[in-house]
């Protein structure tokens, strides 16, 4: 655990405000970007990103300080999430309509650089809703995965602390995720090979 | 980076496709820190911090208010104590020494008592006056005694003017 962390931990169990704050404001944005990831719906990944957060802080004085806080978050996030997935019975969406809600908030964190030029915008445009369509194509906990491993950057073996699942599980899953990405980015149009130069 | 996603992508399908799968792994991992990162509504944490301060988890003031206000008070008396200690002492000094402070600190404390006492004595002696008259005030039969008595009073004065007129008027005659 890191030591800017472990100050804050101790300092909001101190009852500081600005500790929970820091530890809001530094973890929001992963923890709703794996919850959102699993759940395909803005608003409601923002509700169990609360509710993650209302968990974690409630029950503070039971975290052991001796592990990563950011492990020990994410597997609040994502036994909430995993809870309410079984309780729902999420349906799996299609890759059309994946992202395309109504009022476009499912795709409105793909921001573009200001300097890229128009060609690049819609490139990179088209390229990151390609992905999130095919990620959000994928079972959740194989979306999760993904997001562990490769946005956040964790080991096999802290994924496998965060889910709790066997080690061979999460290689397995990590795999099959892959190629399903892989699968549904070449049927979008994405392939490298044989359909090369026909997106853009 | 951004300009490097179509690149990474392509790459990635390509590893993929040839069953590379360290190589896959590691553009994969270059292609999702090149996506923008999904963003919550901005009032999320102040909703969230609100939740808390209902639960009662803030301390009413934070620790680091106090230890500041510690840390200064003390600090002022260490300055205090260094910028005044040779004031005192030197006149200290220049009244006689030790003996005079003790006397004058003796004869300080002789007349706060004195005067506290007194005051003490005073404010109680009045006090008990006090409380007899609104005692006694507080019943109504003595507000009516004190109503009749300032009517009888009243009357009588009135009596004795119209004597005093008709002695006057008899005078003249």
Known sequence: MSKRDNSRVTRALSGSQEAYQRLLEEYQ???????????????????????????????LDSFDQSRKFSSWLFSIAHNTTIDHVRRKQLPTVSLDSAGDSEDGAGLAFLAVAPDASPEEALTHHDLAAA???????????????LVLRFQQEMSYEEISGVTGLVLGTVKTHIYRARKELAAALESAGWDPGAHAGSRR | MKRNLKRSTQGWLEHERRG??????????????ALPMPKPSSDLARRTLAR??????FANRPHWAYRWAVSAALAVSGLATVV????????????????????TAAGLLATAVHRFATGYTLWGTLARVGGTAAEILATPQTLGLMLATVLFGMATFRVLLGLTALERSSNHA
């Open chain 1, 29 to 59: 944005r992963p923890v709703f970007s794996i919850i959102v990831r699993m759940v395909r719906d803005a608003g409601l990944a923002e509700d169990l990103t609360q509710e993650t957060f209302l968990k974690a802080f409630r029950s």
């Open chain 1, 131 to 145: 992905l999130e369509r095919a990620l959000a194509g994928l079972r959740p906990e194989y979306a999760e995965v």
């Open chain 2, 20 to 33: 590379r799968d360290a190589e896959a792994e590691i553009e994969l991992g270059r292609l999702f820190r």
């Open chain 2, 52 to 57: 808390l301060a209902m639960d009662g988890r």
């Open chain 2, 84 to 103: 005044f200690s040779p004031l005192l002492i030197s006149i200290v000094g220049s009244r006689g020494g030790a003996n005079w402070l003790v006397d």
